[in-house]
């Protein structure tokens, strides 16, 4: 048997994650930035380093052949003299094949011993002169031995290609041929995208013809058309070194990058160009020129062993699979289809392309028996008429006998056509070919549906896993996609992730501690948070020295997220206790989980565990998906999650602070681009809520969040600043509400003020408060206490109170400063003191006040942040310095003078005051960013300033040492001249000398310029002075103050855009401080104070925070609202649906499609109607070719009536309408039998080649004329005894057939058997081989299969069922060179009643037990093997007995499981499940149905 079959592997235990030491995180984590910035700016080496390092490996990985002895070949013609055997000229050679030989006799040349391996002198990168880009189309010349792991190597470390998702072989015509331009289209198409959304490489051979230029025009028709310049289709054409043409410019010892190649098809004769579409080569050389073929055993195994590797995506690990499509194509195409079926790749055939593939797709339908001798031979005079001619009788019999080997496995044979109504393009027909491929079956004959769906994701297709695995074939159970769907989301595909949601995957179930873990180990290395996460690890290690690594736990996860929402936030992640044990080894960075042997499935099954902290799955799967900006992902888990505004909100806090560090431009955008699309989500579910219950809305809004850190939506909305959010409607109308307190916000704000200086007035109607509307009116009456403790608490009224007192504080403070600011501080200035001393409690008291228990540094470093804050705390220690030199008489008018400057502080702080105002509030703003325009615009002031005032000091003045007239005249009169006070003396003019001291002694005049001593008369160039005082107000006066204008102006109209979002949300501020500030004005809030002092700190009881900001709701409570804010979403999305459907854009796209389906259907019809013609006519031709049989029949039977002489009349084929089943055919099928293993082409474990046997020309009575095969006789020296290793008459005539030969039985099972001289035939019929092969016997090679079974139990101990039937169990062995596995047993030796296989198997000591039990056992078939082995003169025939237990607690099943040995490492034996897709050796299955059905069983 064969064991060179490539198939995908079925074991899930194949994907492993690799395993990283933390170690290697911190010896990298200083570069995480470096390679962050790499990463995203492309970074490669240099070209010259590239050059080098894939030099320097190709010399000495990379081999060439070369001929070593010039022989000239005899059999060239007179034209072409001095060719040697090789085919190359002796010119060509190098030196020591012409130098002469000792030793060697002249004229003998052998390809083995001639031509030798040599350091390779072609590689480097090509370039098409004229054609295409001159970069990344690199080739190299290998020797046609070179071994494919090297070339493997080569592609994916050297050239740099990533490794592929698919291997798409596409073979065919060599030669240029026509094809259909709607079927071209269709196939440039499809190609390209099954290439470019699976990633997948395309390997053809490489040449500028045929269906190589096919594909690589269809590669330059998408490389044209696609906007994506990074998406890069990998090409490689494979081709033979000697058949290129134009290749002397390829060749250099050092490498050509690039090589100059020029396309010659005018000149290249029998030669070759090179495709310049196609993007990499390999030119395979042999040592000979002009030999075709050279490569295709080169690229076969090439592409065997490519598929026999392994890629990972997101902790799965796929075989690579392989497809051959066929496009046209002469006879080495069908051997390249035979090759590839027998090797179960899949193929898919295009119909309509032309020879081979059009005979094999219009053979493809018909039953094996239909496909004959004369029906191929009809094809191939249709279809290759012009070369029809050069087919022989064994040729036909070869295809026919190929065609038939290939449609028996018509599981992988696809093919397309495109004039179908139900086909889709090629890329379609090419990925379900693969699926249909990797269903066979996987070890233990099941349907690999898991490997289907893992090829599905590899290849990012989810409409192939739509239409072809999520079908009702298979029921999925939501713990089998759990692996799939952690690879989606690994290798970000939000499409599969959406599919596996809908096909049952909860993520409550889905997303366990590990996990999540799992998925962070798994960030992107050039994502932000990547880096952030490393840091975290590194640092706790550096913290805790003692610890030899650091394993990433969610802890880490919650520090950074915790970062990034905002210290206001608790940790969404708890630290474990040291005593906690993590159950994962997590080593970063390129975070990979430490898993070994484990497949992600029982990953998936361990992580089942009960974590050791709270989990919220939807919130979990969201923040992952947010920090690494993925928009689609994260949209789909938020649609999934309850607390959908909080969640929203968050990603927009989390996006904004990203943006802010990251330091692509690019990113930056795109994350805050995301995080407006969140709050605008965050608003479309509040708005959908707030229209429908206002007050179940507002408590969504100050509802805490266990899932966001236990804070609440409002708080996220005003941290992440979404000004949107905060100024909408039903946010304002809260703030309103909190506003007013107890008050209803309906009264009037004179009416507050009124009442405030009247308060008698509030137990008058003048006042509505909020309970007299909420509560019945018999019971609306509020006690006076009552409405005077609601009055007083209102925040507007506690405003407007310290407004008040405010404004008494600034009039007290200012009347003492201008009229009784004495030595002695009067009362009045002792009540400011007092004043001041309760604002400085106060201020103590904001900074103490810590009601969400986020710890005195947090709290003071909110307090800190704050702007009006700072300024507080500015003036009051600027008053506390004044105070202290106004008590000190020697420093008491600098204590007023400081007292002085710190009152216009004092009043500064009333801004704050006006931000209340919706008109002065924006104002407010403006002057504060306005601020940050005139402080950079200093800097730009400060020079010309400086520069011109310097000059001019300098200019007029000469050795001034005065430190504060220098200052006076470089900044102060430099400054002044700007408003046009220009000094006088500047210009001569209007100089006097009275104005300033000559020599600089008078301390309150300026010194004067330079003048004449003796008339004082300035000397100083004066038109130099004039000139720098015009260019400085030139410059400073027009340019530099009209640009502050601009900027001012461009502040006022950005902030006027955004003035009623900007005061909304300023507002809070204000609102949030007075609804938490006590409520007595200074200096009375002092007894606020005292009553705080002693309630906190005496009685130790806790701050809290009203319920009208931070509300904790019930559980039930609060799981109705989450429900009811779920639904509103749902609302809210189906409503975007429609929004997006009644767009403009969206109609014009859906109307485009439309028209685009109905162009296609309308050329689809055409075509069917063409074609529907075309098989009508020749439907037509063959009613009229029998018709015409039919009158000659007719003739020549009256002819032999008397009428005529006798004549035979022609055999007449029963019309049948094309389509129609052929019953007759298959029944002839079933009835007559034929060995089809018997007449396999390849021989095992040979290099012999059977004549080609088709089906019809198997029994030995019917005809065969050129039935000519070849003899094999393998010596045996594993064997004792076996027949003479000889065809001599003579030594076959002493064997006697037919009966006991000796101790071997030559008798058939079948009967008696046809001698033919002195060597039996194969009962059956002809095997296309003579001899006894690799068997020992000539005749029947008896043989002994026990078929030991047992009932299939389930996990109770009951009997599985299938259909209601019970299902077996096998014991079956299999060898480690097959694939397949086989029955227990094997050929008997001379006198041996078990087989030695079988003793292989057994224990020693127990086999004459298990020789009781067979001879115990009911035989169930006697008869022929349809073996491999087989030949026309010696076969297999066994003895099947039937050993079954019935019960599983039987002592001799037990005694038969306990015996069970393998002795040979290259065997394995288990129970296999029985049913119909089993896959067994030779005709095995038919054997075991026979056993299976003794029983009644499910099969």
């Not at 709607?182 to 699976?198: D, H, Q, S, V, Y």
């Amino acid at each position: 048997m064969s064991s060179i079959e490539s198939s995908i592997s079925q074991d899930e235990d194949c994907f492993k994650a690799q395993p990283k030491r933390i170690s290697q995180l911190v010896s990298n984590i200083r570069q995480t930035g470096k390679m962050r910035r790499k990463k995203r700016k492309n970074y490669s080496p240099s070209g010259d380093e590239m050059q080098e390092t894939v030099g320097t490996w190709i010399a000495k990985h990379i081999k060439k052949k070369e001929c070593t002895y010039y022989v000239e070949s005899a059999n060239l013609t007179g034209t072409r003299h001095g060719v040697c055997m090789c085919g190359y000229s002796k010119e060509q050679h190098i030196d020591v094949a012409v130098r002469p030989q000792p030793f060697q006799s002249k004229g003998t040349w052998d390809v083995h011993e001639h031509i030798k391996e040599m350091p390779t002198d072609a590689f480097g990168d090509i370039s098409f002169i004229g054609l295409g880009p001159r970069i990344g189309k690199q080739f190299v010349r290998v020797s046609s031995d070179t071994p494919s792991n090297v070339l493997y190597q080569l592609m994916t470390e050297q050239w740099g290609l990533e490794v592929p998702n698919l291997l798409i072989s596409v073979t065919g015509g060599a030669k240029n041929f026509r094809m259909k331009v709607r079927l071209r289209n269709i196939f440039r198409r499809g190609l390209m995208k099954a290439a470019e959304t699976t990633g997948a490489w395309i390997i053809t051979g490489g040449s500028h013809a045929g269906v190589m230029k096919q594909v690589g025009e269809a590669v330059r028709d998408f490389c044209m058309g696609n906007t994506n310049k990074n998406t890069k289709i990998v090409t490689i054409g494979i081709a033979t070194w000697g058949i290129v043409h134009n290749r002397n410019s390829l060749i250099s010892t050092t490498g050509s990058f690039p090589a100059e190649y020029y396309i010659d098809e005018e000149s290249q004769g029998g030669l070759s160009c090179l495709d310049n579409n196609h993007s990499h080569f390999i030119l395979v050389d042999d040592g000979t020129n002009g030999r075709y073929g050279v490569e295709i055993l080169l690229r076969a195994k090439l592409e065997k062993f490519i598929s026999e590797q392994t890629k990972e995506q997101g902790g799965v690990a796929i075989r690579i699979p392989i497809v051959c499509v066929v496009l046209e194509g002469g006879p080495g195409t069908l051997d390249t289809i035979h090759n590839a079926i027998s090797n179960n790749t899949p193929c898919v055939i295009v119909e309509g392309s032309g020879r081979v593939a059009d005979v094999i797709a219009q053979i493809a339908q018909l039953s094996i028996s239909r496909i004959t001798i004369s029906l191929v031979r009809e094809k191939l005079r249709t279809l290759f008429h012009d070369t029809f001619d050069t087919f022989t009788e064994h040729k036909i019999v070869e295809w026919t006998k190929k065609i038939q080997d290939i449609m028996r496995h018509n599981k992988l044979l696809t093919i397309f056509q495109a004039d179908k109504d139900d086909q889709h393009d090629i890329d379609v027909a090419i990925l379900q070919a693969l699926l249909k491929a990797s269903l066979i079956h996987d070890q233990q004959g099941h349907e690999n549906w898991d490997h289907q769906l893992k090829l599905a994701v590899a290849w990012n297709r989810v409409d192939i896993a739509r239409s072809e695995i999520f079908t009702d074939d298979h029921q999925w159970k939501p713990s089998e996609l759990h692996s799939v769907m952690t690879a989606a989301l690994i290798d970000n595909k939000p499409a599969f992730v959406k599919l596996f949601l809908e096909n049952g995957v909860r993520l409550e179930e889905y997303a366990t501690e590990e996990t999540i873990i799992n998925l962070y180990n798994n960030t992107d290395p050039a994502c932000l948070f990547h880096s952030k996460l490393a840091k975290v690890i590194e640092d706790e290690r550096f913290r805790f020295e003692f610890q030899k690594s650091s394993k990433l736990r969610l802890h880490h996860v919650s520090q950074v997220v915790r970062d990034l929402m905002g210290d206001f936030t608790k940790h969404l992640y708890p630290k474990p206790k040291s005593t906690d044990r993590p159950r994962l080894s997590i080593a970063v960075p390129h975070i990979k989980i430490n898993v070994q042997k484990v497949t992600l499935r029982s990953f998936h099954k361990r992580s089942q565990i009960k974590p050791s902290c709270t989990m919220d799955p939807v919130r979990d799967l969201l923040i992952w998906t947010i920090v690494q900006n993925r928009k689609e992902l994260a949209e789909i888990i938020w649609v999934q999650c309850q607390d959908c505004i909080a969640a929203a909100l968050a990603c927009s806090k989390i996006l904004k602070e990203l943006s802010k560090e990251e330091g692509d431009t690019d990113t930056s955008e795109d994350m805050m681009t995301l995080a407006e699309e969140y709050e605008q989500k965050a608003i479309g579910v509040f708005s959908e809520s707030y229209r429908k219950d206002e007050e179940r809305a507002l408590k969504l809004l100050i509802r805490v969040s266990e899932a966001w850190g236990q804070t609440t939506c409002l708080q996220l909305a005003l941290e992440a600043k979404d000004m949107k959010f905060v100024s909408q409607g039903g946010v304002q109308a809260f703030l309103t509400r909190v506003w007013f307190g107890e008050l209803s916000v309906d009264n009037d704000l004179w009416r507050v003020i009124v009442c405030m200086i009247f308060f008698p007035l509030l137990y008058t109607r003048l006042l509505t408060f909020r309970s007299q509307i909420n509560i019945p009116k018999k019971s609306n009456r509020m006690t006076r206490v009552e409405r005077f403790q609601a009055f007083f608490m209102a925040p507007v009224v506690i405003f407007h109170l310290n407004i008040l007192a405010y404004f008494g504080f600034l009039l007290l403070f200012a009347y003492v400063l201008m009229i009784d600011f004495q030595p002695t501080p009067s009362w009045r200035e002792h009540v400011i003191y007092f004043w001041l001393f309760s604002l400085i409690c106060e201020e103590i008291r904001q900074v103490l006040y810590d009601p969400d228990g986020f710890g005195i540094l947090k709290q003071a470093s909110l307090y800190i942040n704050d702007f009006w804050n700072k300024l507080d705390v500015c003036a009051i220690l600027i008053f506390f310095g004044g105070l202290t030199c106004r008590l000190i008489p020697a420093a008491f008018y600098p204590g007023r003078i400081i007292l002085s400057l710190d009152f216009v502080i004092f009043c500064l702080r009333l801004m704050h005051i006006f931000t209340i105002s919706k008109t002065l509030g924006p104002k407010i703003i403006i002057v504060k960013r306005m601020m940050k325009d005139v402080f950079f615009f200093l800097f730009l002031l400060a020079v010309w300033v400086v520069s011109f005032g310097v000059a001019k000091q300098a200019i007029l003045i000469h050795n001034e040492i005065r430190v504060d007239w220098i200052f006076r005249g470089v900044v102060y009169h430099s400054y002044m001249t700007l408003f046009g006070q220009i000094p006088s003396y500047i210009d001569g003019v209007n100089f006097n000398i009275e104005q300033c001291s000559v020599n600089g002694t008078d301390p309150n005049k300026q010194k004067c310029p330079e003048s004449n001593k003796e008339n004082h008369e300035p000397i100083f160039p004066q038109w130099l002075t004039v000139l720098l005082l015009c260019l400085y107000l030139l410059f400073t006066n027009i340019l530099l103050l009209n640009l502050l204008i601009a900027m001012f102006n461009y502040t006022f109209q950005q902030v006027q855009e955004h003035t009623d979002q900007i005061w909304k949300f300023q507002r809070h501020d204000l609102i949030e401080e007075y609804h938490g500030r006590p409520p007595a004005p200074p200096p009375l809030i002092l007894l606020n104070h005292l009553h705080l002092f002693i309630k906190h700190v005496i009685l130790h009881q806790p701050a809290r925070r009203q319920k009208q900001l931070k509300e904790k709701l019930e559980q039930n409570e609060e799981a109705a609202i989450l429900s009811w804010e779920t639904f509103l979403k749902e609302n809210y999305l189906q409503h975007l649906r429609n929004q997006m459907k009644q767009s403009t854009e969206h109609k014009i796209r859906d109307t485009s499609d439309k028209v685009n389906a109905v162009m296609d259907m309308l050329e689809l019809d055409q075509v069917k109607r063409t074609g529907c013609m075309e098989s009508r006519l020749a439907f037509l031709e063959k009613q009229a070719l029998r018709s015409a049989k039919a009158l000659n029949w007719i003739v020549n039977t009256l002819l032999d009536n008397g009428f005529g002489s006798k004549e035979s009349a022609p055999v007449i084929g029963a019309s049948k309408i094309p389509g129609e089943i052929d019953l007759k055919d298959d029944n002839e099928t079933l009835i007559s039998p034929r060995h089809v293993n018997a007449r396999n082409i390849h021989y095992p474990d040979s290099n012999v080649e059977r004549f080609p046997v088709p089906d019809e020309k198997v029994p030995w009575e019917v005809e065969f004329n050129i039935y000519s095969p070849p003899l094999y006789t393998a010596v045996r020296k594993d064997k004792h005894f076996h027949d003479p290793c000889t065809d001599s008459p003579e030594t076959l005539q002493k064997i006697n057939y037919n009966t006991s030969d000796g101790a071997i039985n030559r008798q058939s099972y079948c009967g008696t058997y046809m001698v033919a001289d002195g060597l039996p035939l194969n009962p059956i019929g002809r095997t296309g081989l003579r001899g006894r092969g690799s068997l020992c016997w000539f005749g029947p090679n008896h043989a002994i299969h026990p078929i030991i079974t047992k009932w299939k139990r389930n996990k109770d101990g009951s009997i599985s069922r299938n259909k209601s039937r019970k299902m077996l169990e096998v014991l079956a062995i299999k060898h480690s060179s097959s694939e397949q596995w086989a029955l227990p047993g094997g050929c008997l030796e001379p006198g041996e009643t078990l087989p030695r296989k079988l003793k292989r198997v057994v224990k020693y000591k127990y086999l004459e037990k298990f020789q009781q039990l067979l001879n115990e056992s009911p035989e169930v078939y006697k008869g022929y093997v349809d073996d491999p082995r087989n030949t026309d003169n010696a076969w297999i025939e066994t003895t099947a007995l039937s050993l079954h237990f019935e019960m599983q607690d039987d002592p001799l099943l037990l005694g038969l499981n306990q015996n069970i040995e393998v002795h040979d490492q290259e065997m394995a034996v288990r129970w296999q499940a029985v049913d119909q897709k089993i896959p067994l050796y030779a005709n095995h299955k038919d054997i075991l149905q026979k056993t299976v059905d003794l029983y009644n069983a499910y099969y």
